[in-house]
């Protein structure tokens, strides 16, 4: 997965590093840019490529409407790669 890297193509709203976590909190507002399958797809590619250096990442996501949210993109990608290999299983 980290060969894979490609290094995103876009510049995040806002982005907070947290040195004593080593997590980087990154922002999108969703009024200037969506957050696309396949930008959560490059956010999850940071991650593996940081993940080989002990950081997180979690993406904060500011909706047109209501609350904002977080979004452990560490957890997501882990999640997509056992669903990946459930469906590769499947019968």
């Not at 980087?24 to 959560?40: P, Q």
């Not at 993940?51 to 979004?71: Q, S, T």
Request: glycine letters at 4%; zero cysteines; proline letters at 5%.
């Amino acid at each position: 997965m980290a060969g894979d890297f490609e290094p995103p193509h876009f510049i995040p709203d806002a982005y907070w590093l947290d040195h004593e976590n080593n997590v980087v909190a990154i922002y999108e507002v969703e009024n200037t840019s969506s957050v696309t399958r396949d930008k959560l797809d490059l956010y999850m590619n940071l991650w593996w490529a940081l993940d080989n250096e002990f950081w997180g990442i979690v993406l904060v996501i500011l909706p047109r409407a209501g609350k904002p949210y977080v979004v452990d993109i560490g957890d997501a990608a882990i999640d997509r790669v056992f669903k990946e290999a459930a469906e590769s299983t499947a019968l």
